[in-house]
C-alpha cells in the first residue's frame, strides 16, 4: 500500500499577493467572498504594498494581477538598445585617453590632446554601435503587487529576482504551516527530505546569467555571483542552504511551463515509494524582462497592444485593457507573462497525522508524455491527450465513477492564444465525452495572473487549494464569450465564479502544457476526500489525535498570520548560521547521526538487485 502525499502547506508570492492565508487565491474571488475575508485580504495587500493605512480599496487593488508594465522592473516606453552605425572614412571622435581601446581597432590614428584626451581618426569606414532606446510592442504584464520586493526584507546581496522570490515563497510556505520544524527534524533522518524547487529560464535578469552575457558587451564587468546563482536549480540550492539546512536529496526536473508538475512528479513518487517523508516542491519564475518578451513575441506568442486594439475596435492613440489582455478560450491573440514563486510542503500520510498538520489536499499522481514526433517544437501535440485521460482515470480508480462524472473539475493551462484554445478545449472535450462527464467545470486562472512559465502549474494549484476552503471556482472574466473554433459540447468553460459545495469538489485536474512537448497534467483530491482515505486507512482514533494536535497547529498559524500583517516577520535567510562539515558528523560503519535530525542516516542497505 503506498503511502499518500499529503498537501500540509502552501506559500508564495504571485500577481495577487501572498500565497498564503490564501490571500493569492481570495484576491481571484474578492467580490464571491464575505465581508471579512474581504477586508483581510485587503488590507494584507495594503501591508504587502507598504501603503498607508487610509489608502482605499481601489487603490489598493489596483496594483495587483495583470497590468500595465511598471517602471520599477523597466521602462518599455524606452527600452535601452543599441543601434548599428557606420562611420565613414575620416570621422573624428575625440575620447578620454582612460577609455582608448587596446588593442586599437583597425584603421584608427590618435592624436594626444590637452586635458587627457585622444582625438580619433577612422581611416576605414567601420560599423559601430550607439546607445539608443526602443518603444516596447508588449506592454501587460502579472507583475507581483506594486510596491513588493522581496530582495529588502532580508539581506539578499545582489541575487537574482527569482532567487529572491524563492527566499520569500519557501519562507512563506514554512511559516504557514504552523509546524514546529526543529521539533519536526526529531522525527526524521537527512535522507527523509528532499527539496524539487527550479526555474524554467533561469535567473535571466543582471544579477543572473543576463548581466553575465550582457556586460562585456555593454562595457562593464562580469561580477562573480553571475555565473553561479545563474543556475536553474539555484532555487533548491537556496532553500537547501539559507532556509531549511537540508541535507537531503535535492534538484529541479525541467519541463518548460510544465516544470512545476514536474517537480511536483518527482516529490510524489519519492513520497509515495517511502523514500523521503517531507518533500518541499516549488518554482520560481521571474521573466519580465525586455529581452525574454522580445523572445517570446518574435514567436508571435505574446500578446501585443497592437492585437488587443484590434480584437477591442480601438484606434491607435486608445490605450488597451491592459487587465484583460489574456483571454483564455476566447477571441485572444497570445499570453501574457507573469512572474510568481509557488511552494507546497507533502508529507506521508502517516508523519502528516502524527505531527497534526493541515490537510489542505493530496496529491494522487502526475502523469507526464512527451508528443512524439512533431511538426515545429512549439506546437501542441498528442502528449497531453495522454496525461489528462491518465489523470482521469486515476481519478475514477480512487475515487469511482460517479465522483469523476459529477464532482470533479479543470485548472486548464489556459495561456490566451489561438492555438491553445483549439487544442486544449478539444483535449478536454474529447476526455469527457469518452468518460461519460457532462458540462464537466473548467478555469483558466491566467486571465487574472498571467502565464509565469515554469511556476504556472503552482498558480494553479494555488487558485484549487483556495477553491475547496471556499467553495468558489475562479471564472474567466476577460472574456465575453467563447471563441467559435472552442470545443465545449461537453465542457463548461466558466466566465463566471462558480459556487460549489466542498462535496461537489472531489478531484481536480491540474493541467499543464510546455514548449518542446512537456505535458503534464496532475490529479489532486480535495481535503475532504483525503480525510476520508485517512480516516478508512488509519481508523478514529489517529484522526481524533490528529484533530487535537492540529489545534496547536492552527494556533500557529494564526501568530503567523498577525506577524505577516504587523511586518515582525521577515523571510528565513539563516546565511553561515549552522553551517555543517564532516567533523560535525558522528560515522559509524552502519549509521552517520547528524546534529539536529532525530534520527540517523541508515548505512545497512540491502542490495537492491540479485545475489550473484
Same mark, same amino acid.
Given at each position: 500500500?503506498?503511502?499518500?502525499?499529503?498537501?500540509?502547506? =502552501?506559500?508564495?508570492?504571485?500577481? @495577487?499577493?501572498?500565497?498564503?492565508?490564501?490571500?493569492?487565491? /481570495?484576491?481571484?474571488?474578492?467580490?464571491?467572498?464575505?465581508?471579512?475575508? #474581504?477586508?483581510?485580504?485587503?488590507?494584507?495587500?495594503?501591508?504587502?504594498?507598504?501603503?498607508?493605512?487610509d489608502t482605499s480599496r481601489e487603490a489598493i487593488l489596483s496594483g495587483t494581477l495583470v497590468r500595465r508594465l511598471e517602471k520599477n522592473l523597466f521602462n518599455s516606453d524606452a527600452i535601452d538598445i543599441h543601434q548599428a552605425i557606420k562611420a565613414e572614412e575620416g570621422t573624428e571622435i575625440v575620447l578620454s585617453a582612460r577609455r582608448l581601446p587596446d588593442p586599437l581597432p583597425e584603421g584608427w590614428q590618435v592624436e594626444p590632446l590637452n586635458g587627457g584626451?585622444?582625438?580619433?581618426?577612422?581611416?576605414? @569606414? =567601420?560599423?559601430?554601435?550607439?546607445?539608443?532606446?526602443?518603444?516596447?510592442?508588449?506592454?501587460?504584464?502579472?507583475?507581483?503587487?506594486?510596491?513588493?520586493?522581496?530582495?529588502?526584507?532580508? #539581506?539578499?546581496?545582489?541575487?537574482?529576482?527569482s532567487l529572491a522570490m524563492t527566499v520569500y515563497g519557501a519562507s512563506d510556505a514554512i511559516g504557514s504551516s504552523g509546524i514546529d520544524w526543529q521539533g519536526l527534524k526529531q522525527k526524521l533522518s537527512p535522507d527523509d527530505i528532499a527539496v524539487y524547487s527550479g526555474s524554467a529560464m533561469g535567473q535571466m535578469d543582471y544579477n543572473g546569467y543576463g548581466g553575465m552575457l550582457q556586460a562585456r558587451l555593454m562595457g562593464k564587468r562580469v561580477t562573480s555571483k553571475q555565473c553561479p546563482l545563474g543556475f536553474a536549480e539555484m532555487s533548491a540550492d537556496f532553500i537547501n542552504a539559507y532556509i531549511l539546512g537540508s541535507l537531503g536529496n535535492t534538484g529541479t526536473s525541467m519541463g518548460a511551463c510544465a516544470t512545476?508538475?514536474?517537480?511536483?512528479?518527482?516529490?510524489?513518487?519519492?513520497?509515495?515509494?517511502? /523514500?523521503? /517523508?517531507?518533500?518541499?516542491?516549488?518554482?520560481?519564475?521571474?521573466?519580465?524582462?525586455?529581452?525574454i518578451l522580445e523572445g517570446y513575441s518574435t514567436m508571435g506568442a505574446l500578446t501585443t497592444d497592437a492585437a488587443m486594439r484590434q480584437l477591442d475596435g480601438l484606434s491607435d492613440s486608445e490605450n488597451p485593457d491592459w487587465g484583460r489582455s489574456c483571454r483564455p478560450f476566447g477571441n485572444n491573440a497570445g499570453f501574457t507573462i507573469a512572474e510568481?514563486? =509557488?511552494?507546497?510542503?507533502?508529507?506521508?500520510?502517516?508523519l502528516a497525522l502524527d505531527i497534526g498538520a493541515d490537510i489542505l489536499g493530496a496529491v494522487a499522481d502526475v502523469f507526464i508524455n512527451a508528443d512524439g514526433f512533431k511538426k515545429s517544437i512549439s506546437a501542441p501535440g498528442a502528449g497531453n491527450h495522454l496525461t489528462v485521460a491518465r489523470a482521469a482515470a486515476m481519478g475514477r480508480a480512487i475515487a469511482?465513477?460517479?465522483?469523476?462524472?459529477?464532482?470533479?473539475?479543470?485548472?486548464?493551462?489556459?495561456?490566451?492564444?489561438?492555438?491553445?484554445?483549439?487544442?486544449?478545449? #478539444?483535449?478536454?472535450?474529447?476526455? @469527457?465525452?469518452?468518460?461519460?462527464?457532462?458540462?464537466?467545470?473548467?478555469?483558466?486562472?491566467?486571465?487574472?495572473?498571467?502565464?509565469?512559465?515554469?511556476?504556472?502549474?503552482?498558480?494553479?494549484?494555488?487558485?484549487?487549494?483556495?477553491?475547496?476552503?471556499?467553495?468558489?471556482?475562479?471564472?474567466?472574466?476577460?472574456?465575453?464569450?467563447?471563441?467559435?473554433?472552442?470545443?465545449?459540447?461537453?465542457?463548461?468553460?466558466? #466566465?463566471?465564479? /462558480?459556487?460549489m459545495a466542498p462535496s461537489e469538489m472531489d478531484l481536480a485536474l491540474i493541467n499543464a502544457k510546455g514548449f518542446g512537448g512537456n505535458n503534464a497534467t496532475a490529479l489532486l483530491l480535495s481535503p475532504t476526500l483525503t480525510r476520508k482515505m485517512l480516516l478508512s486507512r488509519h481508523g478514529d482514533q489517529a484522526m481524533s489525535s490528529w484533530q487535537k494536535r492540529n489545534e496547536s497547529v492552527g494556533a500557529q498559524q494564526e501568530e503567523y498570520e498577525r506577524g505577516c500583517l504587523d511586518r515582525?516577520?521577515?523571510?528565513?535567510?539563516?546565511?553561515?548560521?549552522?553551517?555543517?562539515?564532516?567533523?560535525?558528523?558522528?560515522?559509524?560503519?552502519?549509521?552517520i547521526?547528524?546534529?539536529?535530525?532525530?534520527?540517523?542516516?541508515?548505512?545497512k542497505l540491502e542490495n537492491p538487485y540479485w545475489s550473484f
Open positions: 500500500m503506498s503511502r499518500l502525499p499529503v498537501i500540509v502547506a =502552501q506559500g508564495g508570492i504571485s500577481p @495577487a499577493g501572498r500565497t498564503s492565508g490564501f490571500h493569492g487565491y /481570495r484576491r481571484l474571488v474578492l467580490e464571491s467572498l464575505e465581508g471579512n475575508a #474581504q477586508k483581510e485580504t485587503i488590507e494584507a495587500l495594503r501591508v504587502l504594498r507598504n501603503l498607508p493605512e584626451r585622444i582625438k580619433v581618426r577612422i581611416s576605414n @569606414a =567601420q560599423p559601430m554601435l550607439v546607445p539608443c532606446t526602443r518603444k516596447s510592442s508588449v506592454n501587460a504584464a502579472g507583475q507581483l503587487p506594486s510596491g513588493f520586493s522581496p530582495e529588502k526584507l532580508y #539581506q539578499s546581496r545582489n541575487h537574482p529576482r512545476m508538475l514536474y517537480n511536483l512528479e518527482q516529490g510524489l513518487q519519492e513520497i509515495r515509494s517511502g /523514500r523521503r /517523508r517531507l518533500v518541499i516542491v516549488g518554482n520560481s519564475e521571474a521573466p519580465i524582462l525586455p529581452e510568481s514563486s =509557488q511552494f507546497l510542503v507533502l508529507m506521508d500520510d502517516e469511482g465513477e460517479d465522483a469523476l462524472r459529477h464532482r470533479s473539475f479543470v485548472q486548464a493551462h489556459g495561456t490566451g492564444t489561438p492555438q491553445n484554445r483549439v487544442t486544449e478545449s #478539444q483535449i478536454l472535450n474529447d476526455t @469527457a465525452k469518452v468518460f461519460g462527464i457532462k458540462n464537466w467545470p473548467v478555469a483558466a486562472v491566467k486571465s487574472y495572473l498571467g502565464h509565469s512559465i515554469g511556476a504556472a502549474g503552482g498558480d494553479q494549484i494555488m487558485a484549487t487549494l483556495g477553491a475547496w476552503k471556499y467553495g468558489v471556482i475562479p471564472g474567466i472574466q476577460t472574456i465575453t464569450g467563447l471563441a467559435d473554433d472552442v470545443c465545449s459540447e461537453y465542457l463548461n468553460i466558466l #466566465q463566471q465564479h /462558480r459556487e515582525s516577520v521577515n523571510p528565513i535567510y539563516q546565511f553561515g548560521e549552522g553551517v555543517l562539515d564532516g567533523t560535525s558528523l558522528s560515522f559509524s560503519d552502519d549509521k547521526e547528524v546534529p539536529g535530525f532525530g534520527k540517523a542516516v541508515n548505512l
